[in-house]
Structures are given as structure tokens and as C-alpha cells.
């Protein structure tokens, strides 16, 4: 076992989605979808530290959010279960990903907790069993466990390693927390997309064959008057889309600077930053470094 005093501080990155097609309803009521998965640098921070009462204590400064029915309390208790361990932890939560924006910090910190925990509570679990875990949480969350940018399909947990060029993204998020179910059960949502060559997909890298589209965007756009203000600001600066299902907007460019100039433009009620993408999510080598007792 590690260190009982010891506190480790971990990164949880977010994400885009920089494309969501959905194909269909399933009959477990999950949407089978295409999207390609895009790791940012930019996510909250999540300190650990194991105890030896058997109890998961979860500190934060989220205004109405019940630590019981935050993910990561969830996929430690989960992990904790499955691998029948005796000890505890406290875990501290930096948000800086604004909640319901599409942005995947809720699914990113379930995933930093069962990798972290894994390491810390020595439970040897492998990555697909850790994965498996997730995906019964949520479906994002493996994308977070393996730690690669990648092309999703089926509720977008099979996944396919995806290395995108780099690119630098403007992402702007009005003051609205979107609900991933209330858009993925109302009727208007579009679920015909038809299917895309996957592999063809990789293949072409400039997305030429298939311009870039979220299934979500025209209806959360009607029904969140503030999301299509920034769309129609944004269509100024860029090519703006919607990640995920949530309330964010990006815009993707190859310069930084041309990033940053545009950042400087947002209006103030507005929250905004720039993030870079990232192939591949510090959180496995944070975690190879740990040593017993360190």
C-alpha cells in the first residue's frame, strides 16, 4: 500500500467532441453515435489522499452539488467495491471546467480518480477493466481512462487511437449548464445522421469528405437563446461548433496568437480560454512516477 499521509495532486484533462453524429436510439436508451474525441490541456485538479478509515470524503466549492452525487465520489465507491479495498480517501477537487458545458470535466475527474486510486489503493486493475468500471458510470469516462485523443463509436466508448494535428481552440462558454439528458431525450433531437467511414475518416485528416457538424447544436441553440448568441458572435472570428451536448463553443486555429488575439475580444459575460489539443493525457505518467512511500 502507499503512503497513508501522503497527498498526490493529479490532472484531469478536458475534452472537445470536434464532430457528433448520432446515428440512432438504442433500445438501453443510449444513442449509438460518431464523434472524434479531442484532449485539451487545460482541466481541473484533483488532490488524493488515502486513509485508513474505510470512507470516501469529497471536499469542493461546487454551489449546490452534493459531493454523493458527484462521479467521483461514485467511481471511488465503485472501485472501492469491486476491488474490495479496506481504506479510504480524501479527495479535493479544483474545478476550473465550467459544469454542463460539454467539456467532459465531470467524466475526466471519474476517470482521474479510478486511475489514481488504482495506483494508490494497489488494486492491479488493467486498463480495460478500468475502462469497464467507467463505462457503467458514464459514457465519456473511458475515453479519459486510456488517455488518447480518439475516434468514439457506439455510445462512444469503442475507441479508436486518433493523433490530431495541432491546433489551438478558443473555446467560449455562456453563463448556462446544459443537462446531457435533457438534450438527448427531447424529441427535436436529430438521430438519423447517416454513418461515416471511420476509417476513412483517419485517413483524411482535413475533414474534407466530412465537414464538421454536431448533431446537438441547432436544437441547443433553440433552446438556449444564449448559446446561439455566441454561435453568431463567434461566426465572426471563425468556424464556431458546439462540443458535446453542453453549453461550450469552440472555434480551432493553427495559431496560438490568432487564438489569443480573439480571446481578448470576447465580452466579458461571456467565460472564455484557449487551450491546446493534446494526442495524449499527462495522467499515465503523472502516475508511473509515483513510488512507494514517495
Same mark, same amino acid.
Given at each position: 500500500m502507499?503512503?497513508?499521509?501522503?497527498?498526490?495532486?493529479?490532472?484531469?484533462?478536458?475534452?472537445?467532441?470536434l464532430?457528433?453524429?448520432?446515428?440512432?436510439k438504442?433500445?438501453?436508451?443510449?444513442?449509438?453515435? %460518431?464523434?472524434? !474525441?479531442?484532449?485539451?490541456?487545460?482541466?481541473?485538479?484533483?488532490?488524493?489522499?488515502?486513509?485508513?478509515?474505510?470512507?470516501?470524503?469529497?471536499? =469542493?466549492?461546487?454551489?449546490?452539488?452534493?459531493?454523493?452525487?458527484?462521479?467521483?465520489?461514485?467511481?471511488?465507491?465503485?472501485?472501492?467495491?469491486?476491488?474490495?479495498?479496506?481504506?479510504?480517501c480524501?479527495?479535493?477537487?479544483?474545478?476550473?471546467?465550467?459544469?454542463?458545458a460539454?467539456?467532459?470535466?465531470?467524466?475526466?475527474?471519474?476517470?482521474?480518480t479510478l486511475?489514481?486510486?488504482?495506483?494508490?489503493?494497489?488494486?492491479?486493475?488493467?486498463?480495460?477493466?478500468?475502462?469497464?468500471?467507467?463505462?457503467?458510470?458514464?459514457?465519456?469516462i473511458?475515453?479519459f /481512462?486510456?488517455?488518447?485523443?480518439?475516434?468514439?463509436?457506439?455510445?462512444?466508448?469503442?475507441?479508436?487511437q !486518433?493523433?490530431?494535428?495541432?491546433?489551438?481552440?478558443?473555446?467560449?462558454?455562456?453563463?448556462?449548464?446544459?443537462?446531457?439528458?435533457?438534450?438527448?431525450s427531447?424529441?427535436?433531437?436529430?438521430?438519423?445522421?447517416?454513418?461515416?467511414?471511420?476509417?476513412?475518416? &483517419?485517413?483524411?485528416?482535413? !475533414?474534407?469528405?466530412?465537414?464538421?457538424?454536431?448533431?446537438?447544436? &441547432?436544437?441547443?441553440?433553440?433552446?438556449?437563446?444564449?448559446?446561439?448568441?455566441?454561435?453568431?458572435?463567434?461566426?465572426? =472570428?471563425?468556424?464556431?461548433?458546439?462540443?458535446?451536448?453542453?453549453?461550450?463553443?469552440?472555434?480551432?486555429?493553427q495559431d496560438?496568437? %490568432?487564438?489569443?488575439?480573439?480571446?481578448?475580444?470576447?465580452?466579458?459575460?461571456?467565460s &472564455?480560454?484557449?487551450?491546446?489539443? /493534446?494526442?495524449?493525457?499527462?495522467?499515465?505518467?503523472?502516475?508511473?512516477?509515483?513510488?512507494?512511500?514517495?
Amino acid at each position: 500500500m502507499k503512503s497513508l499521509t501522503k497527498t498526490i495532486t493529479v490532472f484531469a484533462p478536458g475534452k472537445l467532441n470536434l464532430f457528433l453524429n448520432i446515428l440512432g436510439k438504442r433500445h438501453d436508451g443510449y444513442h449509438n453515435i %460518431q464523434t472524434l !474525441f479531442q484532449l485539451l490541456d487545460i482541466g481541473d485538479e484533483i488532490s488524493f489522499e488515502v486513509i485508513k478509515k474505510n470512507e470516501i470524503v469529497l471536499s =469542493h466549492d461546487l454551489v449546490g452539488v452534493r459531493s454523493e452525487d458527484n462521479l467521483i465520489v461514485k467511481s471511488a465507491e465503485l472501485l472501492q467495491k469491486a476491488a474490495n479495498i479496506k481504506n479510504g480517501c480524501h479527495i479535493n477537487l479544483k474545478k476550473l471546467l465550467p459544469i454542463g458545458a460539454g467539456l467532459g470535466g465531470g467524466s475526466s475527474d471519474a476517470a482521474t480518480t479510478l486511475l489514481t486510486l488504482n495506483v494508490l489503493w494497489d488494486c492491479n486493475l488493467n486498463t480495460d477493466n478500468l475502462a469497464i468500471l467507467g463505462g457503467s458510470l458514464g459514457a465519456d469516462i473511458p475515453v479519459f /481512462i486510456y488517455g488518447q485523443s480518439a475516434l468514439g463509436e457506439g455510445i462512444g466508448n469503442r475507441l479508436m487511437q !486518433f493523433n490530431i494535428p495541432k491546433r489551438w481552440y478558443l473555446i467560449v462558454t455562456p453563463p448556462v449548464t446544459i443537462s446531457t439528458a435533457q438534450i438527448f431525450s427531447h424529441p427535436q433531437l436529430t438521430r438519423n445522421s447517416p454513418p461515416i467511414k471511420m476509417c476513412a475518416l &483517419a485517413k483524411d485528416q482535413s !475533414f474534407s469528405q466530412n465537414p464538421l457538424k454536431n448533431d446537438c447544436q &441547432a436544437l441547443v441553440e433553440e433552446m438556449f437563446v444564449e448559446v446561439e448568441e455566441v454561435v453568431r458572435w463567434a461566426k465572426g =472570428h471563425g468556424d464556431p461548433l458546439l462540443t458535446g451536448s453542453g453549453s461550450s463553443v469552440f472555434c480551432s486555429f493553427q495559431d496560438r496568437r %490568432q487564438a489569443e488575439e480573439i480571446l481578448e475580444k470576447v465580452p466579458s459575460k461571456w467565460s &472564455a480560454f484557449v487551450a491546446e489539443g /493534446i494526442n495524449k493525457s499527462p495522467v499515465h505518467d503523472q502516475l508511473g512516477k509515483l513510488s512507494i512511500g514517495a
